[in-house]
């Protein structure tokens, strides 16, 4: 009997309420990382404090050419790269439009890994 692993029913539902911080396809790799985690790992994973992906996608429609939506996902040096530049004179802004839900997820994803290693 494996001791000190999350129940499946823990694992279901951390899934259920942090599914939309990750891209899909990741969701398996997910499920299989918290399964194999003790309870101290599991409560490090639970405890993280991820993005909603969506908020982020209105915060860089309202102030993105201010690198504030790069700033919120913690990629400080393109936060401010985008900001003395003007969200790249609105192209960089505009290209953001599309991107920054997925950078949001990999940044989450980072979150994930980072604390189910322990650092």
């Known amino acids: 009997m494996e001791e000190n692993k999350p129940d499946m029913q823990k694992v279901d539902m951390f899934l259920m309420t942090n599914g939309k911080y990750f891209e899909s396809y990741r969701l398996n790799h997910i499920r299989g990382r918290l399964q194999e985690m003790d309870e101290n790992q599991f ?29 919120l996902i913690g990629e400080v040096g393109l936060g401010i790269a985008k900001l003395l530049t003007c ?8 290209v953001d439009w ?18 189910s290693a322990g650092y």
């Open 43 to 71: 409560f490090r994973v639970q405890s993280q404090s991820y993005k909603d992906p969506m908020m982020i996608l209105v915060v860089s429609l309202l102030v993105g050419s201010l690198g504030i939506d790069r700033f």
């Open 87 to 94: 969200g790249g004179f609105g192209i960089w802004y505009i």
């Open 98 to 115: 599309f991107l920054i839900m997925g950078a949001t997820r990999d940044k989450n994803l980072e979150r994930f890994e980072i604390a």
